[in-house]
T-cell receptor, first 115, second 114 residues
Framework: AQKITQTQPGMFVQEKEAVTLDCTYD???????LFWYKQPSSGEMIFLIY??????QNATEGRYSLNFQKARKSANLVISASQLGDSAMYFC????????????FGTGTSLTVIP | DSGVTQTPKHLITATGQRVTLRCSPR?????VYWYQQSLDQGLQFLIH???????AKGNILERFSAQQFPDLHSELNLSSLELGDSALYFC?????????????FGPGTRLTVL
């Protein structure tokens, strides 16, 4: 079975500082993908970044980077130089080869950027 | 804008009623996924269609059904609605079925059952 765990229900960060949102996962799939999505108060789900289980390097997309530690089964999202517009819910998700391409989502972390 | 469209944006109805939610995937995407997001259950996968065929089922109630049409748009039918069905319903699409393909979400349909 697949499981995604986000242990931080809420986080605060000062504007222009970096913040790390934690995500751990559990899977028996040999091949899987890890994803982060942002959900602002308006409700839409915005894709941020992706990491493949066989990727040797950590993924980066602009101010977003994914700290992937396969042995620890963690895929933390790092947001650098936080902006007020980063205030939102952040969801970690996973899909594996043996689960019919179904996405499994964590419970999310609410990030608030303080001016 | 993800390129995925969903209609209607808001839907208010009464218990016992039936509603249909519509989704148009991004151009060229063959896979459509439906999710339900509620305060107590989080984001739950409902069902996945690929090129018109059902590929996977998640926590979808028997009162709910879906289909994907030849033009690849999809509809989610919710019947005998209950108060607990009030939620945000998302449709997402992806180009292929592989694990390395991200899903692009539509803006969602907010269903309120009174």
């Amino acid at each position: 079975a697949q499981k995604i765990t986000q242990t931080q229900p809420g986080m605060f960060v000062q504007e222009k500082e970096a913040v790390t949102l934690d995500c751990t996962y559990d899977t028996s799939d040999p091949s899987y993908g890890l994803f982060w999505y942002k959900q602002p108060s308006s409700g839409e789900m915005i894709f941020l970044i992706y990491q493949g289980s066989y990727d040797q390097q950590n993924a980066t997309e602009g101010r977003y980077s994914l700290n992937f530690q396969k042995a620890r089964k963690s895929a933390n999202l790092v947001i650098s130089a936080s902006q007020l517009g980063d205030s939102a819910m952040y969801f970690c998700a996973m899909r594996g080869t043996n689960t019919g391409n179904q996405f499994y989502f964590g419970t999310g972390t609410s990030l608030t950027v303080i001016p | 804008d993800s390129g995925v469209t969903q209609t209607p944006k808001h839907l208010i109805t009464a218990t016992g009623q039936r509603v249909t939610l519509r989704c148009s995937p991004r151009s060229g995407d063959l896979s459509v996924y439906w999710y339900q997001q509620s305060l107590d259950q989080g984001l739950q996968f409902l069902i996945h269609y690929y090129n018109g065929e059902e590929r996977a089922k998640g926590n979808i109630l028997e009162r709910f059904s879906a289909q994907q049409f030849p033009d690849l748009h999809s509809e989610l039918n919710l019947s005998s609605l209950e108060l607990g069905d009030s939620a945000l319903y998302f449709c997402a699409s992806s180009e292929r079925r592989g694990v390395y393909n991200e899903q692009f979400f539509g803006p969602g349909t907010r269903l309120t059952v009174l």
